[in-house]
């Protein structure tokens, strides 16, 4: 079976940071770690939830990427769908056509 690596990216309101922090460190057997960064959501789709955000005219939102093997960002991707149901979290799965470390550590997905 060859393995397909994948990023998972996932954005969601600001205010739901530290749940989805959490339940990502709690999915041990799916998610080996992840990045987060905040970002600005603009468009027609996007809620702005605060009078501040109406001010600045974007919404605060958190970025969480994730490297990991297809099977398993669709099997998170169902488990988020239903632990995060209601809040609109937006994602997109990307292939990985490399990923490591630039160090003698180096951990590499083969394909």
Same mark, same amino acid.
């Given at each position: #079976?060859?393995?397909?690596? %994948? ?14 922090? !959490?339940?990502?460190? *709690? ?17 027609? #789709? %996007? ?12 919404? !605060? *939102? ?9 099977? !398993?960002? %669709? @099997?998170?991707?169902? @488990? ?20 490591? #470390?630039?160090? !003698? ?7």
């Amino acid at each position: #079976m060859t393995v397909e690596p %994948v990023c998972l990216t996932l954005i969601a309101a600001r205010n739901l940071r530290e749940e989805l922090f !959490d339940y990502l460190n *709690e999915q041990r057997d799916l998610v080996s770690g992840f990045t987060a960064s905040d970002g600005a959501g603009h468009g027609p #789709m %996007v809620r702005l939830q605060t009078t501040a955000e109406q001010v600045k005219g974007h919404a !605060d *939102e958190v970025l969480v990427r994730i490297i990991l093997e297809r099977q !398993d960002a %669709v @099997r998170l991707l169902a @488990r988020l769908k239903t632990a995060f149901a209601g809040t609109r979290l937006v994602y997109w799965i990307m292939p990985v056509t490399e990923f490591g #470390m630039t160090d !003698d550590l180096e951990v590499e997905i083969e394909n």
